[in-house]
């Protein structure tokens, strides 16, 4: 959209470096070679009023918030194309490329960025900041293996009015992380962000997210009606502790998950002292969801239905004719 070089709302363009179904950004350099990310509305939501309300609410955020793991936001400034959201800049390399390059990383690695997640959860979750869209994509790594948590586009913050977007199917994302109950239309809270976490640490470690199909629409299926397959089966040997906190986080009713990050960050930090056989186990599905399976019980119940009626129609009509 913006070419090297470029001014644009007092920053000079330095490259892109991200988009999504909800912004396009860029690095930019500002006055003393200070360097900023400037977000801009995707161009299908360029006019939207919901966009300009979420890059409040993400303004707001971001300048309420103090944490190392949260980059700050700036100002809202306007350019050619709309709203455009200045943001620290964070210099690191995303866990979506990381696991790119090396597919799993170690049990020492893993836990310590779950670890870090989950104490930054803790504090926008205590300050009534939900992400809901955590996802390695969202997750900058730098230099110093700091863990930095990016793109507030969709965070609930608490007390917040809902804001519906325009043409909002297009822009949920992937529904590798999403949990349950946002998947079938609710808001989401804390315990979401914390199903996304598990999801992570389980892909961090067994390098593959445990849901997977051939469209978005399946994998959402699966969300809400599969036993996830536990991690080891993967091939990757790791502590059971460690699987059953796994499998604890993305239970699929919120209840049955952990009930805050600083338990769930307790229980990474203390896994060699758990007792597994204390942790939720077995088969579940989200209540209220037709499975494909009752789908088809329907549709044979349906066809003995008519069945039934056919012949009882022509039963009654023989009948008749030979009064």
């Known amino acids: 959209m913006f070419e090297k070089g470029a001014i644009v709302c007092g920053y000079e363009i330095i490259e892109p470096i991200g988009s999504g179904g909800l912004s396009q950004d860029y690095k930019a350099r500002g006055a003393n070679d200070t360097f900023v990310t400037l977000k801009f509305p995707s161009t299908d939501l360029v006019g939207d009023p919901a966009t300009y309300e979420r890059f409040l609410r993400e303004l707001k955020i971001g300048q309420n918030l103090e944490h190392p793991a949260i980059p700050r936001a700036l100002l809202i400034s306007e350019s050619p194309t709309g709203p455009c959201l200045v943001i620290e800049y964070i210099n690191g390399k995303s866990l979506r490329a990381i696991l790119q390059e090396r597919s799993r990383l170690s049990l020492e690695e893993s836990l310590d960025i779950s670890g870090q997640l989950a104490e930054a959860l803790s504090y926008l979750h205590n300050h009534g900041v939900y992400h809901r869209d955590l996802k390695p994509e969202n997750i900058l790594i730098d230099s110093q293996t700091k863990v930095h948590i990016i793109d507030f586009g969709i965070a609930l913050l608490q007390g917040a009015r809902r804001v519906t977007w325009r043409n909002l199917s297009d822009v949920l994302g992937t529904p590798d992380y999403m949990s349950p109950e946002q998947i079938q239309g609710k808001r989401g809270d804390g315990r979401s962000d914390l199903y996304a976490l598990g999801i992570m640490l389980y892909e961090m470690l067994a390098g593959i997210v445990p849901f997977r199909g051939d469209n978005a629409l399946a994998v959402m299926q699966q969300h809400l009606t599969r036993t996830p397959g536990l991690p080891h089966k993967s091939g990757v040997e790791m502590p059971p502790q460690i699987e059953a906190i796994i499998m604890k986080s993305i239970r699929k009713n919120p209840k049955e998950r ?17 007792d597994v056989s204390q942790f939720p186990r077995g088969k579940e599905s989200v209540r209220g969801v037709v499975t494909n399976r009752q789908i088809r019980m329907v549709g044979v119940l349906i066809a003995l239905g008519f069945i039934v009626v056919i012949g009882l129609t022509i039963i009654i009509a023989l009948l008749i004719q030979h009064r």
Do not use: G, K, M, V
Request: a negative charge; zero cysteines.
């Open 258 to 274: 952990y009930q805050s990050a600083e338990a769930f960050l307790a229980d990474l930090i203390n896994y060699r002292d758990l």
